[in-house]
């Protein structure tokens, strides 16, 4: 019988998130110039303590027995600490999806609701820890195509190397913020 996956991640975490702290969270107001991206968005102690909670989140769901597939942009070494502590103890596929720059950006302008600049920059910071399970090139492959791969990969047992990698490399742990509900 198959089985149903839960789709969630950092866009419907911020959306959530009060507007007016959004700088402390993702620092995208020092990063943009003249409605352009032009440097990685800092992300604040606010975003760190949001993004660890998704993480915990996601493991809490998938510990009840739930499938999650969480929609991610990690280009921060620290939030990459934080979804490896998170989660390495259960079993991750860590999927890395590709496309040249020049195709997300003319998608991105299509879109219609991406920041300028914004594939440019985050293209070489989401992928420098190069550790992945499986990687899909959305350029080449076809939306089916990319899921089968992805499928296949989680017949085979791919899943859990990458995160083994990066807790085997000692990606530094998160500071453990308080919080209150």
Known sequence: MEEPYL?????????????????????????????????????????????????????????????????????????????????????????????????????????GDRTTGEARVFASAVHAHGAYDVEIDTSAQSPEDCTRRIRDALANGAAGGAFSRLREAQVPSPRRASGSL
């Not at 950092?10 to 998130?17: C, K, N, S, T, V």
């Not at 990063?31 to 993480?55: I, K, S, W």
């Not at 915990?56 to 990690?74: F, M």
């Open 7 to 111: 789709h969630t991640g950092r866009d419907h975490f911020l959306d959530r998130f009060p507007r007016r702290f959004m700088d402390e969270v993702d620092g995208w107001a020092d990063a943009v110039r003249d409605g352009r991206l032009v440097a990685l968005p800092r992300v604040g102690p606010l975003g760190l303590r949001l993004f660890d909670g998704m993480y915990a989140a996601v493991a809490a769901l998938a510990e009840a027995g739930n499938n999650v597939i969480v929609d991610d942009v990690i280009h921060d070494p620290r939030v990459l600490a934080s979804a490896v502590a998170r989660l390495s103890r259960l079993t991750v596929l860590f999927v890395g999806v590709r496309c040249p720059v020049d195709v997300a950006e003319r998608r991105d302008r299509e879109r």
